[in-house]
């Protein structure tokens, strides 16, 4: 557990909103990740950051935007809400000294109507 | 990174080990092979990881061949608690991918009483 915390947990939104989740760690791992999961594809990368105010694009980061001002935090935005971003995200920190790993939050749960 | 093929599903008894096998037979020779899972809702979890030589650790073992073309995680004393999405991962060091991981479809293990 690398005290990542992920909020809010449950969200339920009407398409064209804006959204954003939160993911916050407390392990001052330079590196953090989102990722969406859906049914038949598994998770995948939206958008990853290596450092404050440094991010890249994922494998989906289409209608996704990211911001990383704070290395204990990582927002991911939806502009504009569509039924197709309906997911749960997870999001993730890196990586541990001696095996890379990845530690990952809990989860949020958006459905987007 | 190199692709990866599991079995969609498998099943063990509760006290026996699980076998859960993964091809990887384009592997390069600077991939490491990473195996993760997922409980039921939850982020995926670090399991144990490895280059060339077989790998323990107190979750699992690893074995992999000697032409890395496939590899086998072993759970040695199965629970019901070890029910879970598997996923096998193949990556260059997270130093050089920034630490980004590509899941596939993993396998669904089943641990029966």
């Known amino acids: 557990d690398a005290g990542i915390t992920q909020s809010p947990r449950h969200k339920v939104t009407e398409t064209g909103t804006p959204v954003t989740l939160r993911c916050h760690q407390t392990?001052?791992?330079?590196?953090m990740y989102w990722y969406r999961q859906d049914p038949g594809h598994g998770l995948r990368l939206i958008h990853y950051?290596?450092?404050?105010?440094?991010?890249d694009k994922g494998e989906v980061s289409d209608g996704y935007s990211v911001s990383r001002s704070k290395t204990e935090d990582f927002l991911l935005t939806l502009e504009s809400a569509t039924s197709s971003q309906t997911s749960v995200y997870f999001c993730?920190?890196?990586?541990?000294?001696?095996?890379?790993?990845?530690?990952f939050g809990p989860g949020t749960r958006l459905t987007v109507t | 990174d190199a692709k990866t093929t599991q079995p969609p599903s498998m099943d063990c008894a509760e006290g026996r080990a699980a076998n859960l096998p993964c091809n990887h037979s384009?592997?390069?020779?600077?991939?490491?092979v990473y195996w993760y899972r997922q409980i039921h809702s939850q982020g995926p979890q670090y399991i144990i990881h490895?280059?060339?030589n077989n790998e323990t650790n107190e979750m699992a073992s690893l074995i992999i061949t000697e032409d890395r073309k496939s590899s086998t995680l072993i759970l040695p004393h199965a629970t019901l608690r070890d029910t879970a999405v598997y996923y096998c991962?193949?990556?260059?060091?997270?130093?050089?991918?920034?630490?980004?991981?590509?899941f596939g479809q993993g396998t669904i293990l089943t641990v029966h009483p």
């Open positions: 993730a920190t890196g990586w541990a000294e001696k095996t890379n790993e990845q530690y």
């Open positions: 392990e001052n791992h330079r590196y």
């Open positions: 950051s290596y450092g404050v105010k440094d991010t």
């Open positions: 384009t592997i390069s020779g600077n991939e490491y």
């Open positions: 490895g280059l060339k």
């Open positions: 991962i193949v990556r260059v060091d997270a130093g050089t991918s920034y630490g980004k991981l590509t």
